[in-house]
């Protein structure tokens, strides 16, 4: 345990004290409030009775934040160790490989979740200059932050796949935005496939993240959802263990 | 403490680093792996290390397997790889406190070791230097007081020395010597009188292959036959030539005119014995001017001739 902490700790610093994180940060927050200009413009000329939070995951921006972001946080992840040599000191030391992994996630996740705070900033400009109390309610906001977490874990665990299997960081990112967009075009097609009898359907249906997304914005939790998102990211974090593994039976 | 039997590393792709080794290091040793680039000694190393798998044989460090007792090993192993991988973002103090967490030493015990393995290795003034700003000499000394941070039984370094200046190589050779006794160490190089200053015993590995292993002064001596012995002096053509022929301990000898009245004598002794005492009496008697009386220091190039000729003529 001390061992993941140390790792832990690592990762964040190599976040948080570079200016990268920052960088990143700074494009989140750029985006989300872009974003919202061009939201409440929007609402400003044709008025709107659902929380605006519902409507944030309506846009593409959501999308598009997710889409960009995602790549550059995780591409450093495992690619730089690999390019710097450092992978080998690291992986010379009695540490294991789950706690490597597991370590990388989670400072992923944790900065992923930082990034996003701004959202709240915009939310409250919402709230107090609207008088729409539904922007700021405890319901919707923990609704949205899970929807946001748990599609976080998803393009984020790809993410860490795709730096495991590459050695240069900007093939990590690109792998990573594949997938992603493959993701996404994979719910897209979902969202405008109507559901019916064919199995086929019913399968496309879990990959509907944009009506899944809408569901957590307004505060409702499908479990279905969740379970979803949780086994596709142990899925991607299972098969990156495996690539970091695989060294030792090359 | 190191127990190596018919390793072989063959890589994706078919090529095979290294082919069948057999070796065993005693605990306590210096032991120099010395080899061309591309001999397999940094494979060698990495499997040493747990880093990567063996193909075939088996690897043991302090009796635990490499692969099966991964944990076990690494723990005990001290490794420093090639080019010397640092985190260059991080402070010195930093790094190796992180790095002897990761180690698995306790909070309390970690600072401890860090401040003894820096005033070991000389960081003692650089420690809230970032690492990327530092010297080559330095960064090398960071690498090194890593590999000793948590008192491993057995140190593995990878070049320690390439690419430092004599000065800093000298640092860091009195460093890796300074740890015999103690712990035991394998180095590898490219450079013979590091491994003849440094190293109890040498590995000679070639294409894969240990060809040799030996102390560094048997090797010498095995070489000595192969060395020659360079002079000149100032005397007739005529009778140089017939004092050489006549001399029982030259093979062999080959004159060519230098500046001058001075010639230059390349002598090639029989036995392997040193001609130069024989030389300087032959010219003291006869009253010729010497001035030049060198023993050529034989290669590194040549020990590979010499270890890898009996390979070749077998092949033929």
């Known amino acids: 345990m001390s061992i993941f902490l140390t790792l832990l700790r690592r990762e964040l610093a190599s976040f948080f004290l570079s200016l990268t994180g920052y960088v990143i940060i700074a494009a989140i927050t750029l985006l989300v409030g872009l974003s919202f200009v061009v939201l409440i413009a929007g609402v400003g000329n044709d008025p709107f009775t659902a929380p605006v939070t519902e409507m944030f995951y309506g846009t593409f921006y959501f999308w598009l934040i997710l889409l960009l972001a995602t790549p550059v946080i995780t591409m450093r992840l495992f690619a730089l160790e690999k390019a710097s040599g450092t992978f080998e000191t690291l992986m010379t030391t009695p540490v294991g490989d789950l706690q490597v992994v597991l370590a990388k996630f989670t400072a992923a996740i944790f900065f992923y979740m930082v990034a996003w705070l701004p959202l709240l900033a915009c939310l409250f400009l919402v709230q107090h200059f609207t008088n729409q109390s539904g922007a700021l309610d405890a319901g919707t906001m923990s609704g949205m932050y899970l929807g946001i977490f748990l599609v976080g874990c998803v393009f984020l665990s790809m993410g860490c796949l795709a730096s495991a299997i590459s050695c240069s960081q900007m093939t990590a990112a690109m792998i990573s935005f594949v997938l992603g967009v493959s993701l996404f075009s994979l719910a897209y097609l979902a969202k405008s496939t109507p559901v019916n009898g064919h199995w086929q359907t019913q399968v496309l249906a879990y990959f509907n993240l944009f009506d899944q997304m809408h569901d957590f914005a307004r505060g409702a939790l499908d479990t279905r959802a969740v379970i979803f998102y949780a086994s596709a990211t142990f899925l991607f974090l299972f098969l990156t263990l495996r690539v970091v593994e695989s060294r030792r039976w090359k | ?316």
Not at chain 2, 10 to 15: E, V
Not at chain 2, 30 to 48: E, Y
Not at chain 2, 64 to 71: A, N
Not at chain 2, 86 to 107: D, I, N, Q
């Open chain 2, 1 to 316: 403490m190191i127990e190596v039997a018919n390793l072989t590393k063959r890589y994706a792709g078919g090529r095979t680093a290294v082919d069948d080794i057999s070796f065993t290091v005693a605990r306590g040793e210096i032991v120099g792996l010395l080899g061309p680039n591309g001999a397999g000694k940094s494979t060698t190393m990495r499997v040493l290390s747990g880093f990567m798998p063996a193909t075939s044989g088996t690897v043991k460090v302090g009796g635990f397997d490499v692969f099966h007792d991964s944990d076990e090993t690494r723990r005990r192993i001290g490794y420093m790889p090639e080019n010397n991988p640092l985190h260059p973002e991080m402070r010195v103090r930093e790094y190796l406190k992180f790095r002897a967490r990761l180690k698995g030493l306790g909070w309390k015990k970690s600072r401890e070791r860090v401040t003894t393995v820096m005033e070991q290795c000389g960081l003692t003034d650089v420690g809230r230097r970032i690492i990327g700003q530092l010297s080559k000499g330095y960064k090398q000394r960071v690498g090194l007081a890593d590999a000793l941070v948590h008192d491993p039984e057995l140190i593995i370094l990878d070049e320690p020395t390439i690419g430092l200046d004599p000065q800093q190589i000298r640092s860091v050779r009195a460093l890796i010597k300074s740890l015999a006794g103690k712990h035991t160490v394998l180095i590898s190089t490219h450079i013979l009188p590091e491994v003849e200053m440094m190293c109890g015993r040498v590995l000679i590995m070639f294409d894969g292959r240990v060809l040799a292993s030996d102390t560094p002064e048997n090797l010498q001596r095995r070489m000595a036959g192969g060395s020659q012995v360079i002079a000149e002096i100032a005397a007739p053509l005529a009778t140089l030539r017939t004092v050489w022929e006549n001399l029982p301990e030259v093979a062999q000898f080959d004159l060519a005119a230098g500046e001058g009245e001075f010639f230059r004598c390349a002598l090639t002794p029989r036995d392997g014995e040193d001609l130069r005492p024989l030389i300087y009496n032959l010219a003291r008697v006869n009253g010729w001017p010497l001035r030049e009386l060198t023993r050529s220091r034989h290669s590194l190039e040549d020990i590979y001739m010499q270890v890898t000729r009996p390979t070749t003529e077998e092949v033929e």
